[in-house]
């Protein structure tokens, strides 16, 4: 099938994303957090680097350390075992370009989880985690 061209006309936008109690900053390469709880979070995801970032947010694994998980992640090694985390439980963010931000809702349970971005820098290598894009994120109990 054919790409067919998409046409956007308007007027230019300078909509305000609206206020909301929780945050998750990305830059080059770290995740900065607050106001996140238990439940049903408004949270504004902003990316305050130069290269494209997302926020992925694994539960940690009953009796897992967020040290594991980092080994985890950035392994070259065929992992063995159970993984740190519970991938089926994890929640996150479209990817944002340098600048941008987003409101995304993220519905989280007390607990630890890895905050984690898993993109690449533009001109190639690693993927964020293995540079030390993963932190551990703590949901208190309400």
Do not use: W
């Amino acid at each position: 099938a054919e790409p067919f061209p998409i046409e956007v006309t308007g007027e230019p936008v300078d909509a305000q994303l609206p206020g909301v109690p929780a945050t998750i900053t990305a830059s080059d390469f770290e995740f900065v957090t607050s106001g996140l709880k238990a439940g049903l979070n408004q949270v504004r995801f902003e990316n305050t680097g130069r290269e494209l970032h997302h926020a992925l947010a694994f539960p940690l694994a009953k009796g897992a350390t967020i040290a594991q998980a980092r080994t985890f992640f950035q392994s070259q090694e065929e992992p063995e075992g159970k993984p740190p985390v519970d991938f089926s439980g994890g929640t996150g963010t479209t990817v944002l370009d340098g600048g941008k931000a987003q409101v995304v809702e993220m519905d989280l349970e007390a607990g630890s989880y890895a905050l984690v971005c898993f993109i690449t820098n533009r001109a190639g290598g690693p993927p964020h985690v293995a540079m030390g894009m993963i932190s551990e994120l703590k949901i208190p109990r309400p």
